[in-house]
């Protein structure tokens, strides 16, 4: 499958994985930090399970080195929880779940491309080149923003 496929079958998956955030809070009183911790602990042991059985060398890949799966792990402690943490609470508080993934997947997509780039062109021994075609990419971002403006606008 292209990685088209896979974003849009992932968009289509993850719908309730966002819904299910505000309804277990409003029906069951579970907070969206509570949620998060069961949600990713669920995705970790489905994901680590399916490397492990579906490959030979699935617990190398699964732990490459302490060191790396150290930095992995201090990642994810930090940034990306205090990221994950925002965007759950947030789709609880909302008044339209669809809000928050909207701007934080559509913004954040207009600053994970510019810092690909950015990072593809300063420092190309970490990173690979970003293919550009710029006036698509530029009118693409530009709707983007766009729209995350127009939503924080119409929102207040």
């Given amino acids: 499958m292209t990685w088209f496929g896979q974003s ?3 968009a289509v ?3 309730p994985c966002w819904l299910a ?3 277990f809070e409003r029906n069951f009183g579970i907070k969206a930090d509570v ?3 069961w ?16 490959d ?9 080195s302490w060191q790396l799966v150290a930095a992995i792990i201090a990642v994810g402690a930090t940034i990306g929880a205090i990221a ?3 965007v759950f609470t947030a789709t609880t508080t909302a008044t339209n779940a669809a809000l928050v993934s909207t701007i ?6 207009a600053l994970l491309f510019l810092s690909a780039y950015a990072l593809g062109e300063l420092v190309p021994k970490y990173f690979g080149k970003t293919d550009v075609n710029w006036p698509i990419t530029l009118g693409s971002m530009a709707f983007i923003i766009i729209g995350v403006v127009g939503l924080a606008f119409a929102k207040r």
Avoid: D, H, M
């Fill in 8 to 10: 849009v079958w992932a």
């Fill in 104 to 109: 934080a997947v559509g913004g954040g997509g």
């Fill in 39 to 54: 949600y990713f602990f669920g995705i970790a042991l489905s994901v680590s399970s399916y490397i492990t059985t579906t």
């Fill in 13 to 15: 998956i993850l719908t």
């Fill in 35 to 37: 949620y998060v911790v």
């Fill in 21 to 23: 955030t505000p309804f």
């Fill in 84 to 86: 994950n943490v925002l």
């Fill in 56 to 64: 030979s060398s699935g617990l190398s890949r699964l732990f490459p």
